[in-house]
């Protein structure tokens, strides 16, 4: 224990004033550095050390220091580190004996103790300390490689080191809208929120899944372990927010009509953080839906009015239709811009059968692959079939509670985030990587993006580190154009429809925005054959976006009726310029020609300049 001088002061005038001074002293050319005490074989100071502060003036503390240790028998092993006034002495006998050394003990506490120049002193003593790691007890962490990827190093999500600094999701509530989370189950139970729960298809506040002839309503549960499954209860599996509360809206398992979603994307919404919705339209290749009346205007409202202003977090899966050649932008949740768009890779960071493209997609992250890759491994129901624990979850199912469970940690470092300041970290901290399957091209503002890939893989590391000093982004601008009249035909290749609309800064100077976000284009097109038709928009740089891919299941007779595709591949660049449209129909004269009847541009941004978002991606 150390001992302090009775009536001698804890800090001198001198002392504080060195205080003063002293971020700046290792910068000048003078300095000398004091050398370190050495450390001995058995990682301590000698045999018997003391930490000694001496009080004297400061041109004597040296020569005091050295006769005090002299006096004592001691050695004076220099000055601890830049603590003016503070020495270590060390007692270095050829071994000695235990009793001779319990002698040396007391004979130097009783001369410090009477000692005039001793302030205090300390016998220095092994000091136990452990470095900050994981352990986890949970039998199926080694195989969570999305978590920790010990096969193949940095084919993960990087979250080990954000755990380590103590950042787990912790005051985050994440809600799985799904068909029920058994929240009974050990690995859900401690972190479940009945608060943020709720049974739509029951009307009751208990989201617990229904058992079925298909065996099939475990899905919301899987989602709500891979969010927030509990560390070292010997159960299954880790979440990647094992700090958050989970909750669980029941809507998939019935019937579903657009007030149940509108009611569903807003209920408990200040409550519930962030939405994981692993669900949409059929994933069929020949679909084109989305959230109706209700639902987008919930969409709307949950991020003005969710999370106390800031805005819900709404997750999205970005669709399981590749097999089909599906496009995301046929899916009404997945190119709304108040979404967060996420699409899947596998182990290896390629791009799966089953996953879809489109230019809405924000972001990928890891999931299952082909039947020689492994799958996500996560908390199951233990009803049915069940076992409480599963490794085959897979699907952009996967993925979106990944990306859901990610932007909980970013809310516990910056709880201030708004839905659109996480929609811009995600894009200035995705990662870029090679895909023989995707095709990246970099914008006017220097993001790179593919309509495979999204900006790229989500790094939890660089989301966390990003969110903690994130400035929040200007209030969000908007410019619509007239609706745009053509009646014009659209010719089969390899002729195009090309119509464009001209923005100025006279257009923006109302609504301040300089700098793109989102970019959107309803259309009304009347053709026989919908799956024939190829859709694209240039922005004004001259950046592509792919918003309509051709569908061979696609035969829809009746066209595109006021049909919103999006694009975030002109995300920074100005707002300004020229906007083409071009339609091309890959059929032939055997159909009768499609019509272009009319279009609108949509464009979403803020008032940063073009030099500042070049400033916050350095």
Not at 316 to 332: K, L, W
Request: proline share 5%; glycine share 10%.
């Amino acid at each position: 224990m150390p001992h302090w001088r009775r009536g001698a002061p804890l800090w001198s005038a001198g002392m504080e004033a060195t205080l003063c001074i002293h971020t700046c002293l290792w910068l000048s050319a003078s300095w000398i550095p004091l050398a370190s005490p050495a450390l001995d074989t058995e990682g301590r100071h000698g045999k018997l050390t003391w930490a000694v502060s001496l009080e004297a003036p400061e041109e004597e503390l040296e020569q005091r220091a050295e006769e005090l240790a002299r006096t004592a028998g001691l050695v004076n092993m220099g000055r601890v580190g830049e603590l003016k006034g503070h020495y270590l002495f060390a007692y270095q006998p050829d071994g000695p004996a235990a009793a001779e050394h319990e002698a040396i003990r007391r004979s130097v506490d009783t001369l410090f103790a009477q000692h005039d120049s001793v302030r205090w002193h300390s016998e220095q003593k092994l000091l136990k300390r452990s470095k900050r790691s994981l352990h986890f007890n949970d039998p199926k962490y080694p195989q969570q490689w999305h978590l920790n990827n010990r096969k193949s190093p940095g084919k993960d999500i990087n979250v080990t080191g954000v755990w380590e600094r103590n950042v787990t999701g912790r005051g985050v509530t994440v809600v799985v809208v799904d068909d029920g989370v058994e929240h009974t189950i050990k690995d859900i139970q401690p972190n479940y929120s009945p608060e943020g729960s709720y049974d739509l298809n029951s009307n009751d506040p208990d989201p617990m899944p229904h058992p079925d002839e298909e065996n099939g309503n475990h899905h919301g549960t899987r989602c709500a372990g891979e969010i927030a499954a509990v560390p070292n209860n010997s159960f299954c599996t880790v979440g990647v927010a094992f700090g958050s509360r989970i909750a669980g809206i029941r809507v998939l398992d019935g019937p579903l009509t657009d007030s149940m979603e509108a009611i569903a994307f807003n209920k408990h919404y200040q409550i519930n953080d962030i939405y994981s919705c692993s669900w949409g339209p059929d994933d069929d290749g020949k679909t084109v839906d989305g959230p109706h009346q209700l639902g987008k205007a919930a969409l709307q409202h949950g991020v003005i009015a969710g999370r106390r202003g800031f805005g819900s977090i709404f997750v999205v899966a970005s669709g399981n239709g590749g097999q089909h050649s599906d496009n995301c932008n046929y899916d009404g949740y997945a190119n709304s811009i108040y979404t967060v768009t996420i699409g899947a890779v596998d182990e290896t960071g390629s791009m799966p059968f089953y996953a879809e493209e489109c230019a809405s997609m924000l972001a990928v992250t890891f999931s299952g692959g082909d039947k020689m890759m492994r799958s996500i491994v996560t908390t199951d129901w233990d009803l049915q079939k069940g076992t409480g624990c599963t490794e085959g979850h897979t699907g952009t199912s996967a993925a979106a509670p990944l990306a859901a469970g990610m932007i909980a940690l970013m809310l516990q470092v910056r709880p201030c985030l708004t839905w659109r300041d996480v929609q811009h970290v995600i894009v200035f901290t995705a990662t870029k990587y090679e895909d023989r399957h995707a095709k990246w091209d970099t914008n006017q503002a220097g993001f790179s993006h593919s309509h495979q890939h999204g900006f790229g893989l989500l790094n939890a590391w660089r989301l966390v580190n990003a969110a903690k000093i994130w400035e929040s982004v200007p209030y969000l601008a908007s410019y619509v154009s007239p609706v745009l009249k053509e009646g014009r035909s659209i010719p089969w290749l390899p002729q195009e429809l090309e119509v464009a609309w001209n923005v100025t800064p006279a257009d923006l100077q109302l609504s301040g925005m300089r700098t793109l976000e989102h970019v959107a284009v309803t259309v009304t097109i009347t053709h026989p054959r919908r799956g024939n038709l190829e859709i694209r928009l240039l922005c004004p740089s001259g950046m592509v976006s792919l918003i309509g891919t051709t569908r061979s299941m696609d035969s829809d007779p009746n066209g595109f009726s006021d049909w919103t595709f999006s694009t975030v591949r002109c995300w920074g660049e100005e707002a300004q310029g020229t906007y083409r449209l071009l339609i091309r129909d890959i059929g032939d004269d055997s159909l009768r020609p499609g019509t272009l009847r009319q279009w609108q541009l949509t464009l979403y941004g803020s008032s940063w300049s073009p030099a500042e978002m070049k400033e916050r991606q350095r």
